[in-house]
């Protein structure tokens, strides 16, 4: 684990992965603080967004940078856009589709901070044997994620 300590991360240096085939930068992965907190930068294109999901072990949060979105949170539903804070509390389902014609940013971050080791982790699965339900399965009880059936 890196040593703890100040940084100043900007999207040119962030590092890039695609999970779920959306193009994400971690600014600040989990082993940057401890596990207490991770960020990501995701750019959703048009349609793009994840299914309805939970995560048991942390809370996540979303900032409305660029884009238009459908949310569901806890069973509410919401069209949000730029400037739009959401918190999904831990055991919450939740789910998004980015619904303008254009790319949409958002800024994601968890307390604690394993979202950034989920994506870690399905960008390498997708990178190096491509989509396996088995694998994909792992990495969600792995990271204590449960999709909706």
Do not use: C, K
Not at 42 to 50: D, F, V, W
Not at 106 to 126: H, V
Request: no cysteine; net charge negative.
């Amino acid at each position: 684990m890196e040593p703890l300590g100040p940084r100043i991360v900007t999207t040119e240096t962030a590092a890039p992965i695609r999970p779920f085939g959306i193009d994400m930068q971690v600014m600040l992965g989990a082993e940057a603080t401890g596990g207490s907190f991770s960020a990501v930068i995701a750019t959703l294109a048009p349609g793009q967004g994840p299914p309805l999901h939970r995560h048991l072990d942390r809370d996540e949060y979303f900032f409305v940078l660029e884009g238009t979105y459908h949310l569901t949170v806890g069973g509410q539903e919401s069209d949000i856009g730029p400037g739009t804070l959401a918190f999904v509390p831990r055991g919450t389902m939740h789910g998004f589709t980015n619904t303008g014609t254009t790319a949409g940013r958002l800024l994601e971050w968890t307390i604690p901070g394993e979202n950034s080791r989920y994506f870690e982790a399905m960008d390498a699965m997708e990178r190096t044997t491509g989509f396996d339900p088995a694998r994909f399965a792992a990495i969600n009880a792995e990271f204590a994620t449960e999709f909706a059936p």
